[in-house]
């Protein structure tokens, strides 16, 4: 069977996508490699929460329970995930993990765990969890402490007692510092000093900034919106800087020695864990066949339809596949303009 569009995930921008898909007469399927529906919230730390309150946290369709002062924790985004699917019945196919896509005429071919599917049109709605980023840094092997990275942390319990560096001056490194603090002897490395959002500003704000950004741009003029790297203010962060716990930080360490890391100047600090919150890249490389992927790891995109191949749109990787694309409430505009490029291309004349 060939069906018109294969959506490759099951997280929260592959489920955005298919919200606007099941209103359409396209014969749509999801192949999602994980084995639960969630996405990969279901591998987040156990604290981890939103930084948008609920009300502001929303797929297209349903609002997050919670209201416009509560920041719902990993556990509610998963259940909400969950429900959604379940709601709409989307077809999904799990666990099916894509290896290779590939173009053959006017049909894809995605090689999968599951055996060969073909679509005439492709939305690869990967993310970049299972792509971590950690910075190639001197002397790993030399290192007796344990070195990961902040998509295998799950809670402090494991660190009691240690001396745990944490490096990373975005939400992720603070909201891991504030867990850790409580238990552990902390040591927070940045690359710059960290910058905090005033207690008032959230993924809401950030989001209608960068609504506010984007109509600025089409009218030509200027806008400067807060960065997304910021950190925001979320509740167990407000805690924890009220303990003190982000009054001294460390700048980039140079090398690893074998009882912790070290500095140039001869600056040396002890460490029994090393992790490092230092994002994340796209996980593309089911596309790597197509032979379109950038010496940087992305695709060239307009908006979220690759420029290079027609039939391939990417959605929910960041800002260069659309403002605020990566968040729940940010997907849901560049899910319902794909739909319509997705009917445009296989439906000429319908719209």
């Known amino acids: 069977m060939e069906y018109d569009v294969i959506i490759i995930g099951g997280g929260q921008s592959a489920l955005a996508v298919a919200y606007y898909l099941r209103r359409t007469t396209l014969r749509y399927l999801l192949l999602d490699s994980e084995t639960q529906p969630g996405g990969s919230w279901q591998h987040g730390w156990h604290s981890l929460s939103l930084f948008s309150p609920a009300l502001w946290s929303s797929l297209p369709g349903v609002l997050m329970p919670g209201g416009q002062q509560y920041y719902p924790s990993r556990d509610e985004t998963i259940a909400y995930l969950r429900a959604y699917e379940e709601r709409y019945q989307f077809p999904v196919q799990r666990p099916v993990k894509v290896l290779q896509v590939e173009k053959q005429g006017e049909s894809y071919q995605l090689h999968t765990t599951a055996g060969t599917y073909h679509s005439r049109a492709v939305v690869s709605a990967t993310g970049s969890f299972v792509h971590p980023y950690i910075p190639d840094i001197p002397g790993k092997d030399r290192f007796r402490g344990t070195i990961l990275h902040s998509s295998r942390y799950r809670s402090p319990e ?63 003029k200027d806008f400067q919106r807060p960065s997304l790297g910021h950190i925001v203010m979320v509740p167990a962060v407000k805690a924890a800087r009220d303990r003190g716990v982000y009054e001294h930080y460390l700048p980039a360490f140079d090398y690893f020695y074998e009882e912790g890391i070290a500095w140039n100047d001869g600056k040396k600090e002890i460490a029994d864990s090393v992790i490092f919150c230092t994002g994340f890249r796209p996980a593309l490389e089911h596309l790597r066949p197509l032979g379109i992927i950038q010496p940087d790891g992305k695709i060239n995109t307009r908006g979220t339809a690759a420029t290079a191949i027609p039939g391939l749109w990417l959605v929910g990787y960041g800002q260069w596949t659309g403002f605020a694309s990566a968040t729940l409430i940010g997907v849901g505009r560049t899910a319902r303009k794909t739909v319509e490029e997705l009917i445009a291309y296989l439906q000429p004349g319908s719209l």
Not at 180 to 197: C, D, G, H, M
């Open 158 to 220: 494991q660190f009691r007692g240690q001396r745990v560096a944490v490096v990373g001056e975005g939400n992720s490194g603070a909201q891991i510092l504030a867990d850790l603090a409580p238990v552990a002897e902390t040591q927070w490395i940045t690359r710059q000093p960290p910058a905090f959002l005033p207690d008032h500003i959230d993924g809401k704000y950030l989001f209608d900034a960068a609504t506010m950004q984007y109509e600025a741009m089409q009218q030509g």
